[in-house]
């Protein structure tokens, strides 16, 4: 992608981010961009800050901290990707659209908001929609991650996105949003999303630990579509397992984590990241994670 970059003198090959949301302490986004910054001669400190029920106060003290400590900027995750949108000075065309920001940069003391998992996510699922114009997918979850996946997906020119959503007026707002770039429909139902669709998406917080639960029951998967999810703690969600055992092809939530930390990392430092760099970091992560509960 083409950050809002300044040149890189070798003296300021320094750079301080991190991540605001809740819960946290599992993200593996730390070791990704630690390790990129490594990869390229550079240093980076990736710093967690893990504030759980923020209201908009705390989240603009928090951002004004993030605008005077020297950080490059920071990424946002769950649940306040929608919540600092209005508390920055500047959004890119595609945060603006989408309504929804998880990458926040630094420039000139300014904070300026960006939406990598739009990108990023567009970047992942190539490998799964192959023919976009005849492909008709379900979006389960219209928060911040549902957002940036259908917009993604209308970007690539999905035939139909189906959402759903259980608060509906989420579901609604967000096929107005993209209705202009594409075919959207609003579902009543998990089972109405299903109907006839050649894939599906989860983008809502179900199945990440210590929730064990699946947005999809399991008579609704099969062998003939190809199901995703955005959540990587677990990696093999409830979801993904229940897909892989009826047939179906899978993508976990790795390559949506790699690619939108890759893009976010360029928009912070102005240096492009390897990505295969980023994708071992994350491996070493997981593999470290289950060895302690496989142990356990």
Not at 62 to 82: I, M, S, W
Not at 143 to 163: C, N, P, T, Y
Not at 181 to 208: I, L, Q
Request: proline share 5%; net charge neutral; glycine share 10%.
């Amino acid at each position: 992608m083409s950050p809002a970059a300044r040149p890189i003198a070798p003296a300021d090959r320094r750079f301080l981010t991190g991540l605001i949301g809740a819960p946290i302490a599992h993200s593996a986004s730390p070791a990704m961009h630690e390790r990129a910054a490594e990869a390229l001669g550079a240093h980076c400190h990736y710093q967690l800050i893990e504030v759980a029920g923020a209201a908009s106060e705390e989240l603009r003290l928090l951002l004004d901290g993030v605008r005077r400590l020297g950080f490059a900027g920071v990424n946002v995750t769950f649940p306040y990707k929608e919540a600092v949108v209005s508390l920055l000075d500047e959004l890119s065309p595609g945060a603006r659209a989408i309504g929804a920001v998880n990458t926040v940069v630094v420039r000139d003391g300014r904070l300026i908001g960006h939406n990598t998992d739009t990108t990023g996510f567009a970047r992942a699922i190539t490998e799964l929609v192959r023919d976009p114009a005849q492909s008709v997918v379900a979006v389960i979850g219209a928060g911040g991650v549902g957002k940036a996946i259908a917009f993604a997906l209308a970007g690539i020119g999905v035939a139909e996105i189906r959402i759903f959503d259980t608060d509906a007026v989420k579901a609604t707002q967000l096929a107005g949003l993209i209705e202009s770039r594409g075919s959207t429909r609003v579902a009543d139902s998990v089972e109405e999303a299903m109907r006839g669709v050649t894939g599906v998406v989860n983008g809502s917080p179900v199945g990440m630990l210590p929730n064990r639960r699946t947005p999809v029951p399991d008579a609704l998967l099969h062998r003939d579509i190809w199901v995703a999810d955005a959540v990587y703690t677990p990696l093999w969600t409830p979801l993904l397992n229940a897909a892989k055992a009826k047939g179906a092809e899978v993508m976990t939530g790795r390559e949506l984590a790699i690619y939108q930390a890759a893009d976010a990392f360029e928009l912070f430092t102005g240096l492009k990241p390897s990505v295969v760099e980023m994708g071992n970091a994350f491996d070493a992560v997981m593999a470290k994670r289950y060895a302690k509960v496989n142990a356990a």
